[in-house]
C-alpha cells in the first residue's frame, strides 16, 4: 500500500508563508498523481493543488491560484505545497492525497485511493 505523510504545517501570520511536504511511500508503482485538499473548521473537504507526473501540468482553484505552488520529485513520490501570501481563510487541515490511476478530473477527492493523515495550518488575523 501507498502512505502518504504531510509535514510542516504551524501557525503564521496573514500575509506569511508556509511550505508542506509530503512523502508517499509503499512497495507499489509510482503515483500517477499526487494532490493537496483542506477541510477547514466546519466545512466541506476542498481542492487546493494537483500535479500530474505524466506530464508535469499542475492544476489550482481559483482560491489559490497565484499564492500556492505544488511541486515535488517523482522519483521519491514526494509533493510541497508552497503557500504564499496566506489569508485566514486558507485556515484547516492539509492532506495530501496520491492515485495511480491516469485520467482527469484531478481536482475530484474521489480520484485519490491514499490520504495521509494531515497537518494543521492556522492563519491568524
Known amino acids: 500500500q501507498v502512505q502518504p505523510v504531510e509535514s510542516g504545517g504551524g501557525l503564521v501570520q496573514a500575509g506569511g508563508s508556509l511550505r508542506l511536504s509530503c512523502v508517499a511511500s509503499g512497495r507499489t508503482r509510482s503515483s500517477y498523481a499526487m494532490a493537496w485538499f483542506r477541510r477547514a473548521p466546519g466545512k466541506e473537504r476542498e481542492f487546493v493543488a494537483a500535479?500530474?507526473?505524466?506530464?508535469?501540468?499542475?492544476y489550482y482553484p481559483d482560491s489559490v491560484k497565484g499564492r500556492f505552488t505544488i511541486s515535488g520529485d517523482i522519483a521519491k513520490n514526494t509533493v510541497y505545497l508552497q503557500m504564499n501570501s496566506l489569508k485566514p481563510e486558507d485556515t484547516g487541515v492539509y492532506y495530501c492525497?496520491?492515485?495511480?490511476?491516469?485520467?482527469?478530473?484531478?481536482?475530484?477527492?474521489?480520484?485519490?485511493?491514499?490520504w495521509g493523515q494531515g497537518t494543521q495550518v492556522t492563519v491568524s488575523s
Open positions: 492525497a496520491a492515485t495511480q490511476e491516469p485520467g482527469g478530473n484531478l481536482w475530484r477527492g474521489l480520484r485519490y485511493d491514499y
Open positions: 500535479i500530474n507526473w505524466s506530464g508535469g501540468s499542475t
